[in-house]
């Protein structure tokens, strides 16, 4: 885990979002306290919950940016919840501790990346030694394997009908091709050779459970069933550069203790998860009778354990949630944080407000961050052999296009930039190929020219963007 100082991580989320002070504090310190707890001792760690945070402000100002770039600057597994889906019409208790089964996935996929990675090289060495194997067998032994080398060209690779009594000279004949073939391979002499590899057929299983009715969508099911099921294999004809790949998967597979990165990924899930709660909002205030609203207040105790710290089942193992970091997100235009039922209140004790955009805050939105809009249409130009310019006026008069369309319609924050801006390029993301070679320079008149609809008429009722 990566360790950033407070004052560390705002610098780092400054690079994506512009503003919002408060929210990047309050998530930098939520984040710390966790570091600092997990320096105490074991029994003092136990006492210590995470301070959950609630962000409340309008659309497009960046709750869900500032959450999202937190959890993958510290490399902690996320999960993006909407609260209102526990709301939907049909609601029977749907597993709220789906949310928390959700993240361990993450915890999972991200552990086993990570070691995946860790043993690539070795990985890499061992598939080639596998296309050699595939490409000219070693013949089987009948003498005690010594050399651990050998022991590894007869991993059951080699084809049975070999003859066993071949001649030492036989051997060595094979030995020198293996080395020349070695060679080759390394010089990517034979990445067009086709070959059979022999690979798993993940078909059969599902064929099998579409034969039953089911699917697999149900994921518990069909892994249950893999277990059980011994693994069926097919041999597919590849390329050698494909083959290296499918091998060096499979030896890293191989590598990689699956029961290592479950404990792991509990570990990590229950420490360092990150579970981002959006639309809270609208599971406040208390729920009438009638309606969808009945479930409100049931989806809010539904979560309240949870929230709490609870053990949840899952098929990789017990989890603990006590420490898992929820962020909460809402913009409260009707429903108060005060709404909540004060249970879930209490485990929400930091509240922080997310500023409106100005129209200063647009056009830094548009020029300042690594990934800013600007940059991403000038990237998809670029693949066109067209140089996307924008002048210093154009991006003005576009933040204050913004700013007025939000000020005097509905209030879209950060949104608003990409319906604009979609409007604005559409005639040239139509006709980029024409341009190609050349640059494109977007000036304050080529911006009035192409928005003109919404700068001419003052009634901007008019325009639905
Ligand atoms: N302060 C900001 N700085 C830079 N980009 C921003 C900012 N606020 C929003 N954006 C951009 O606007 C888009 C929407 O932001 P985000 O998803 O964070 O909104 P939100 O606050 O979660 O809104 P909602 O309540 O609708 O979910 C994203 O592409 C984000 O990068
Ligand atoms: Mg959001």
Known sequence: ME????????KELDKYIIGQNDAKKSVAVALRNRYRRSRLPKEQQEEISPKNIIMIGPTGVGKTEIARRLAKLVQAPFVKVEATKFTEVGYVGRDVESMIRDLLEAAIRQVNDNKMKEVEHQAEQLAEERLLDILAPMPKKKTP????????????????NQNTSTSDADVQ????KREILKQKLRRQE??????DVEVEDSNAMNDMLASMGMDDTNGNFGDMMNNFMPKKTKKRKVTVEQARKILAQQEAEKLVDFDDV?????????NHGIIFLDEIDKIAGKGSSHGPDVSREGVQRDILPIVEGSVVKTKYGNIRTDHILFIAAGAFHVAKPTDLIPELQGRFPVRVYLENLSQQDLERILREPDNSLLKQYAQLMKTEDVELVFTDDAIEQLAKIACDLNEQTENLGARRLHTILEKLLADIMYTASDYAGQQFVID?????????DMIVDRDLSNFIL
Request: net charge negative; proline share 6%; glycine share 2%.
């Open 190 to 195: 034979l990445e067009e050779d086709y070959i």
């Open 444 to 452: 304050e008149d080529y911006v009035k020219e192409q928005l003109r």
């Open 173 to 176: 004949a094979i030995k020198d």
């Open 3 to 10: 360790t950033y100082t407070p004052q560390e991580i705002v």
């Open 145 to 160: 394997m010594t050399n651990p080398f050998e022991m590894f060209f007869n991993n059951g690779n080699a084809p049975s």
């Open 262 to 270: 479950k404990q792991e990924a509990i570990t990590l899930a229950e």
